[in-house]
C-alpha cells in the first residue's frame, strides 16, 4: 500500500510562489512515475505535472509550462511541485498521485491512470 501526504499549500499573492512536497510511504515510490494535479472549484480534476521514475523526463500542462517545476527526491520519498509566477487561476486543490505502470508523454496526463492519491491540499492566490 501506498500513502501520499502533501503540504505546502497556502495563500500567496499573484506573482508569488509556493512549493508543494509530496511524501510518500509505501515500497514502489521510486518504481513509478508521479503526477501533480489540480481541482478547482466546480471544475473537473487537471493534469499539472508528471515525473518518470529516474526524475530524468518530466510533462508539463501548457497552462504551467514554464512556471512551474516537478523533482523528485528518491532519497527523501518525496515529490515537489515548484510553483513561480502564480496567477489567480491556480487557485485549487492540488493533488499528488503515483501510477503503478510506466507511462510517457501524454500517456501520463489521464487522470485514471494513477492508482494513488494523496488527501490535497489547497493553494489559492490572489489578485
Known amino acids: 500500500q501506498v500513502q501520499l501526504v502533501e503540504s505546502g499549500g497556502g495563500l500567496v499573492q499573484a506573482g508569488g510562489s509556493l512549493r508543494l512536497s509530496c511524501a510518500a510511504s509505501g515500497r514502489t515510490f521510486g518504481a513509478y512515475p508521479m503526477g501533480w494535479f489540480r481541482q478547482a472549484t466546480g471544475k473537473e480534476r487537471e493534469f499539472v505535472a508528471a515525473?518518470?521514475?529516474?526524475?530524468?523526463?518530466?510533462y508539463y500542462a501548457d497552462s504551467v509550462k514554464g512556471r512551474f517545476t516537478i523533482s523528485r527526491d528518491s532519497a527523501k520519498n518525496t515529490v515537489y511541485l515548484q510553483m513561480n509566477s502564480l496567477k489567480p487561476e491556480d487557485t485549487a486543490v492540488y493533488y499528488c498521485a503515483q501510477r503503478t505502470s510506466s507511462c510517457s508523454g501524454y500517456g501520463c496526463v489521464g487522470v485514471r491512470g494513477y492508482d494513488y492519491w494523496g488527501q490535497g491540499t489547497q493553494v489559492t492566490v490572489s489578485s
Open positions: 515525473i518518470d521514475w529516474s526524475g530524468s523526463r518530466t
